[in-house]
C-alpha cells in the first residue's frame, strides 16, 4: 500500500449510478466518483447509452464498471474516456484499467499490471462485511480502492484496518436495492471525512483523484 495513505485524505466513489440526474446530486454533494454498471445481471446494471449520459456529467470521474469476458466489453472499454473498472480478467483492453478482485484472490500470471486495485469481498458485489485487515493486495505499490461491507457506520473501521486510498459504496447508501439514498450517501461521505480528521488524514492523495486513473 502506498505510505502517502497514512497522511492523505480518503477519495469516495459511490457506485451503481442509476441516471445523469442521480450522478448529479451525488457529485453536488461531494463524491469524488461515481461508478455505471454494465455488467450483466446487476440489479444496477444500465445500457451502454445511459451509461453515456451519465458520463457526461462528469466525464473524468465516471468509472465504467463490467466483466472483461462479455461480449462487446473490450469496444465499450475502448471508447470510453474516464476510468475503466475490470472484473474478470482482461481479456486484451489495450488501455489503462482498475482491476477489482474479490478478496483471497489472485490474477492470472500473463495478466497485465493495473494502474489501480479494487478489493471487494469474497463474494464480489454481495455488499457483505469481511476482514479489511487482510486486505493484502497483489500490487502493494498501487492505488487501494476498498470495497465490500461499507456503510456510513462501518467505513470508519474499514478505513482504519485497510487504510485505502479510496473507499467504493453502492449498496451501503441504499434503502431500496438499485436505487440510491441521498441521506445515505451524504451520511456516508461525513463518515469518511469524519475520520480522515480524526486520524489527521489531510494532504491531497497522491495520485490525486480518479481522473488520474484514465
Known sequence: MQSVANRSRTLVKICGIGSADEARRIFDLGADAVGVVVASGSPRQVS??????????????TLLVG???????????????????????SLGLRRSFIRALA?????GPSEPTPIAILLDAPTAGSGATWDWAKAASPWPELPLILAGGLTPDSVPQAMRAARPWAVDVSSGVERERGRKDLELV??????????????GRDAEPSPSGFEALR
Not at 49 to 60: Q, S
Not at 186 to 199: E, I, K, N, P, S
Request: net charge negative.
Open 103 to 107: 478478496a483471497g484472490t489472485r490474477p
Open 67 to 89: 466483466r472483461g469476458d462479455e461480449p462487446d466489453w473490450v469496444d465499450l472499454a475502448r471508447s470510453w474516456s474516464g476510468p475503466v473498472q475490470i472484473h474478470g480478467p
Open 186 to 199: 451524504r451520511a456516508f461521505l461525513d463518515a469518511v471525512h469524519g475520520c480522515d480528521t480524526a486520524d
Open 48 to 61: 451502454p447509452d445511459t451509461a453515456f449520459r451519465i458520463a457526461a456529467v462528469m466525464p473524468a470521474r
